[in-house]
């Protein structure tokens, strides 16, 4: 049973969705419910054990349906993939909490959707082929498409169909990437990649040159980098904002993909090829962080403040895994963790804030007070506390780790720079839209008016917990970054157990 | 071969960008089909151009290569599945915002057109 662990992270959504559709619960709502939940805590359960038994006993690969690399497909779960897939799991599950609230009655496929999303995004993070990738990502974002639409207006029909048009590109350069580096390198196994790599010679090093940087794109588009990054706060924004808590993983998975392609197939040890993108994402990173923070400070709503939020935690993890070293890599997977936890509480609360606002909705502007003032007030404080930086909550952690491992590279003194002047840009923005939204009043609290249901409640406790437990538990955690991040750029083990009977 | 397998593909990437780039949903998505025939055909090269072998081992002195040939498969379903969703989203772009333009309102109508335009209302 151990051994098929690894495959239970893309097995048991898969298996919750399809049987969603089916007769028993597929037009009842409250089953459909109880079996979302159930199946989520359950995913997430699994994918915790997983992620307990490869930092006990290492890494673990597993062919799918016996078929051994570099041919057959394989799934790899090490630290890094496993503490993602738990991350994921565990934002499906709390998604799929707070949508039975009522955000799941307004279209009809919701939790299947969910599933299904999650099935995507844990596959990206498991798979170690490169073309397996790209499956995953597809089955991604169709769902996130699908989500996308869900229960929308006239607003969400055009970014959908903006965010879909953008990313069917993308899949076609990701694909020409694939055929270029499978022309060059003839394999798709990223670990046969990775060894393949430093056997190329003449012009196939810049054919595999063009295509690694194909890739770049791709992986900066769905990681909203900068020039690729302007239908993020558009189709955040208009999506609904469980969703959105939701797509809070999924520019993290274009940031993985970089890790593993940058470090694993283009890192040290690729020859002529090594760290070909890392100047690139190096500038790119910090351009990013730029417009992130400036459309924090214009952003005139609350979603899209919490959207420019997530662009800013993209351009600091890109800047992460440009410097390419052991520390910062590791710093990344703690920022990593916290910033996908907070966002997406951020999301959940905005949510919140709007219904008991009536019409000013979101708007940061003077409004009627909210009904459960302690709650969400409380909630927002530490999410917004978190999300800055500022001590005792995660964010701080997180922000001096990546100070710390960012000091001795080339462009330290420039990323300090950038990096604080946005940290302060984002202290002086979200302190005034919480200061506003909770203290600024015009006219009285309705007695009418709509109050959190518990399911809400519940989920948005369960993600604005995530950050003081995180400096809880700041030891383990640290300790567990820094093995994933060693077991990422130190990879001749992987390869041994990929490739274990090839060579 | 090699030269006019690559210009069709280049030829179909062009006019996938061209249309990719138009305003209107329409062009739009022919550009997607396009972009991704022209993927897939590219797909087919990279696996290298050979005539009349079979994509079988060992029952025939030379082979073509298999892998290619199932990755094209893959990526031609869902490339169909993505088509078939973009376009019923494009028919419901059209409903809901009233035109099929990709960012959502209709182009302003360029000066000269408004001069006349004017011109016609004070006629009248």
Partial sequence: ???????????????????????????????????????????????????????????????????????????????????????????????????????????????????????????????????????????????????????????????????????????????????????????????????????????????????????????????????????????????????????????????????????????????????????????????????????????????????????????????????????????????????????????????????QRGKVADRITAGRPVAQPLFLGGAFLVAAVAVIGMPPLSGFVGKIWILRSTLDTPYGNWFWLVYLVASLAVLVSVSKAGSTVFWHHTGKSDSEQERAHPAQICAVLLLVMCAPLMVVFAGPLSEYALLAAQELHDFTGLLQDVLGGVN | MELLYSSCVGLLVACGVFLILRARTFPVVLGLTMLSYAVNLFLFASGRLTMNKAAVLGFSDGYADPLPQALVLTAIVIGFAMTAFVVILAIRGRADLGNDHVNGSEVPATSRNAGSQRKEQGKA
């Fill in chain 1, 1 to 355: 049973m151990t051994q098929h662990l690894t495959s239970l992270p893309v097995l048991l959504p898969m298996l919750a969705a399809i049987f969603m559709l089916m007769p028993p619960c597929g037009k009842n709502l409250r089953a459909r419910r109880i079996v979302s939940v159930g199946m989520g805590l359950l995913t997430t359960v699994a994918s915790a054990i997983l992620m307990l038994m490869t930092q006990e006993h290492g890494t673990s690969v597993y062919a799918i349906g016996n078929w051994s690399a570099p041919f057959g497909i394989v799934l790899i779960a090490d630290p890094l993939s496993a503490l993602l897939v738990t991350l994921t799991s565990f934002l499906g599950l709390v998604c799929g909490l707070y949508s039975c609230a009522g955000d799941d009655e307004r279209g009809s496929f919701f939790h299947p959707l969910l599933h299904f999303l999650v099935l995507g995004v844990n596959g990206a993070f498991l798979t170690g082929d490169a073309f397996n990738l790209f499956v995953f990502f597809e089955v991604l974002l169709i769902a996130s498409y699908s989500l996308l639409m869900h229960g929308g207006d006239k607003r969400n029909t055009r970014a959908a169909l903006q965010y879909v048009i953008l990313n069917l590109v993308g899949s076609s350069v990701f694909l020409i990437a694939l055929g270029i580096l499978y022309g060059t390198l003839g394999t798709l196994n990223m670990a046969d990649m990775a060894q393949k790599v430093t056997l190329l010679q003449g012009d196939d090093v810049y054919l595999a040159k063009i295509g690694g940087l194909l890739l770049l794109v791709v992986f900066a588009l769905k990681g909203a980098l900068l020039p690729l990054h302007l239908w993020l706060p558009n189709t955040y924004s208009t999506a609904m904002p469980v969703v959105a808590a939701l797509f809070a993983i999924m520019t993290k998975v274009g940031v993985y993909s970089m890790m593993r392609v940058y470090t694993l197939i283009f890192g040290e040890e690729a020859g002529e090829l090594s760290h070909m993108a890392q100047n690139w994402l190096w500038w790119l990173a910090m351009a990013t962080i730029v417009m992130g923070a400036i459309g924090v400070l214009a952003s005139q709503d609350l979603r899209k403040m919490v959207a420019n939020l997530v662009v800013v935690s993209v351009g600091t993890l890109v800047a992460l895994v440009a410097v390419q070293s052991v520390q910062s890599s590791a710093a990344a997977v703690y920022y990593l963790v916290h910033s996908t936890l907070v966002s997406a509480a951020l999301f959940l609360l905005a949510d919140l804030i709007a219904r």
